[in-house]
């Protein structure tokens, strides 16, 4: 059964040096219940992509259909874990708090709150941090509270964009066997996107490869903008 369709998606840019076609003419289906990566190098217009799955940046021609609706903004059945664990987390809150806040907005009553958080930090392994604040953990442990708070949302899929690009190798390994264990114990659908090809070999039942677009401009154009 597809769960996620992606049809003929195209996204071009505008930009001082002329357009930029970050992602070219691309379909491909996600099924229900698979652990599918996204692989390709930097450029190849995975962040364009993801955004607009998540339905944060419109194609420019091409559609995106989850569970048979054209997704046209974020849609309620879907979890995202971004790179940026540090910034995706509330620092006036605590790890509990975190995990929380997204259910209260979705107005998910007490009881089955405390029920759904208490599984999900079981399931990173936090239940003991969940007093804890954001600043007082690692960085593997925040992207954990990142993991956690996607799937207490119950999505029906859990999209992450590079989340283990910012730690360390023994983290990474940690938190990538902790995807495989969630996929494989929730069932959750995963699209995980990653420029690192080993990461998406030992990860992911199947692997989408994006090239880097022919017809972008060239590199040495692109000016990186900073972060913060
Ligand atoms: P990746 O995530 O694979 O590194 P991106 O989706 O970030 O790829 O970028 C794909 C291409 O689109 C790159 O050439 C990038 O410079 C360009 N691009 C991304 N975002 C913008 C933007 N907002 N405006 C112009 N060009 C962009
Ligand atoms: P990532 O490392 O996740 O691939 P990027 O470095 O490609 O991210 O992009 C970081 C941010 O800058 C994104 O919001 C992207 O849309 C924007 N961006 C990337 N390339 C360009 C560009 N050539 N012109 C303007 N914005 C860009």
Known sequence: EVLLSVRGVRKIYPSAAGPVEAVRDLTFDVRRGELACIVGPSGA????????????????????????????GPPRTMAVVFQEY??????WLTVRGNVELPLKNARVPA???????????EAV????????????????????????????????????????????????????????????????????????????????ERVIILSSSPTVVQEDVHIDLPDE
């Open 45 to 72: 217009g995975k962040t364009t992509l993801l955004k607009i799955i998540a339905g944060l940046l419109e194609p420019t021609s091409g559609q995106v259909i989850l569970e048979g609706e054209p997704v046209s």
């Open 86 to 91: 540090g910034r995706s987390l509330f620092p």
């Open 111 to 121: 009881a089955e709150r405390a029920r759904r958080i208490d599984e999900a930090l």
């Open 125 to 204: 392994g936090l239940a003991h941090a969940h007093r804890r604040y954001p600043w007082q953990l690692s960085g593997g442990m925040q992207q954990r509270v990142a993991i956690a708070r996607a799937v207490a949302y119950e999505p029906h899929i859990l999209l992450m964009d590079e989340p283990f690009a910012a730690v360390d190798a023994q983290t990474r390994a940690d938190l990538e066997d902790l995807v495989r264990d969630i996929w494989h114990r929730l069932g959750v659908t995963v699209l995980f996107v990653t420029h690192d090809i080993d990461e998406s070999v030992y990860l992911g």
